[in-house]
């Protein structure tokens, strides 16, 4: 559907709903392929607020990698408000991808973010609202296939009724594995087409079940966004991002994200500062953040900060750096941080007494963290 005709379509519900912007889509740097002429479709549906949704990095990445594929198109979807779907229902409207405004229903794949439990019950709101059966063995040959990869994917129990496969691991090529195989079989049953897509790397299928290997990535150049859509009001991360360290070795005993990241894979210098600054000149953005689960674990962090100092001199860019550990933070790291602009640094102690901290393997003393 084009712009004018959804616009012309939903006129009645945007004007009633809160935050119409985040319906609408057409966002600034959004790829916008075109739906009819894909080989193969899939919408990367986030289960939370379009704010939260828009900021998630790894939402991102496969968004990047699908789309600079010319066989196929990505699109996005995000959990609407209260108020939008009961205007969707009140209307008979099923939900629809923002940039093809094409309904969910409508796609070969959807690809759901399981990044926290919570995220359940909002994946069946979807279904339900797309008009999609929610249970697997309801659907029939035009339904979308639906995946679920993060965090929640490696234990996959909890949804074998509704999610028809899991990604576990890291998604960059195995996405496109599954869009390519799935283009040769597209007209076999679904049920085959479940099974063969199980057989690739990394890949589990409640309806055929077996031991799945997890799908290891070296985060590349290539696979890297140095462009993503820019939300039409602020995101809850409103900046420009690069991932420079995936994995943590530090394995304290609640952190979810450390134990399903392994190995650790660190990015080369000279490709993280390239990519900060190719994302900034792309973007407009004022900021950008080095990503990581530690971030400053990694080999040359205040080598890579001085660079990119120099680089943004006199430009009012900033840096952020999240998860920062105690015993790994200098003093010349604080100084590199302020050259540009005052930047916010968060060091987490987990902990008030040293009893908790060594229960919970965070190895900070009191001594360091003061």
Same mark, same amino acid.
């Given at each position: ?29 959004? %790829? ?6 894909? $080989?193969?479709?899939?919408? &990367?549906?986030?289960? +939370?607020?379009? =704010?939260?949704? @828009? ?97 929640? %994917? ?6 074998? $009724?509704?999610?028809?496969? &899991?990604?576990?691991? +890291?998604?960059? =090529?195995?996405? @496109? ?194």
């Amino acid at each position: 559907m084009n712009s004018k005709d959804f616009l012309t379509e939903y006129r009645n519900i945007l004007h009633s709903c809160e935050r119409p912007s985040r319906y609408i889509g057409d966002e600034f740097l959004s %790829a916008n392929k075109d739906f009819n002429s894909a $080989e193969g479709t899939i919408a &990367f549906v986030f289960p +939370d607020k379009y =704010e939260i949704g @828009i900021s998630n990095f790894g939402h991102k990445i496969l968004y990047h990698v699908v789309n600079s594929n010319p066989k196929y198109m990505a699109d996005r979807a995000y959990a609407p408000d209260k108020d939008f779907l009961e205007l969707l229902n009140k209307n008979n409207k099923p939900l629809y991808a923002l940039e093809s405004k094409e309904p969910l229903n409508k796609f070969d794949f959807l690809g759901f973010a399981l990044q926290y439990e919570m995220a359940y019950t909002t994946l069946l709101k979807l279904l339900e609202s797309s008009k999609i059966e929610v249970l697997s063995k309801n659907r029939d040959e035009h339904s979308p296939i639906i995946m679920a990869g993060g965090p929640c %994917a490696y234990n996959p129990k909890v949804l074998d $009724e509704f999610v028809d496969l &899991f990604i576990i691991g +890291d998604g960059e =090529e195995v996405i @496109i594995e599954i869009l390519d195989l799935y283009t040769k079989i597209k007209n076999l049953p679904r049920a085959e087409i479940l099974k063969q897509l199980s057989n690739i790397e990394g890949v589990y299928c409640p309806l055929f079940p077996k031991k799945t290997k997890k799908r290891i990535f070296i985060p590349d150049k290539k696979s890297h966004p140095t462009t993503s859509p820019i939300s039409h009001f602020v995101s809850v991360h409103d900046r420009a991002t690069v991932e420079i360290r995936r994995g943590c070795g530090r394995l304290c005993r609640f952190c979810q994200s450390a134990h399903t990241n392994l190995p650790i894979r660190e990015r080369k210098s000279e490709d993280i500062v390239s990519l900060a600054c190719d994302y900034v000149k792309n973007t407009g953005y004022d900021e950008y953040s080095l990503l990581s689960l530690s971030s400053n674990d990694h080999t040359h962090i205040e080598e890579i900060i001085e660079k990119l100092n120099i680089h943004f001199k006199g430009t009012g860019v900033n840096v952020s750096l999240p998860s920062q550990r105690a015993d790994k933070f200098s003093l010349k790291l604080a100084e590199l941080m302020q050259q540009e602009k005052k930047s916010t640094i968060t060091l987490a102690p987990e902990a008030g007494s040293q009893r908790m901290r060594d229960i919970i393997n965070k190895n900070l003393s009191e001594e360091q963290i003061l």
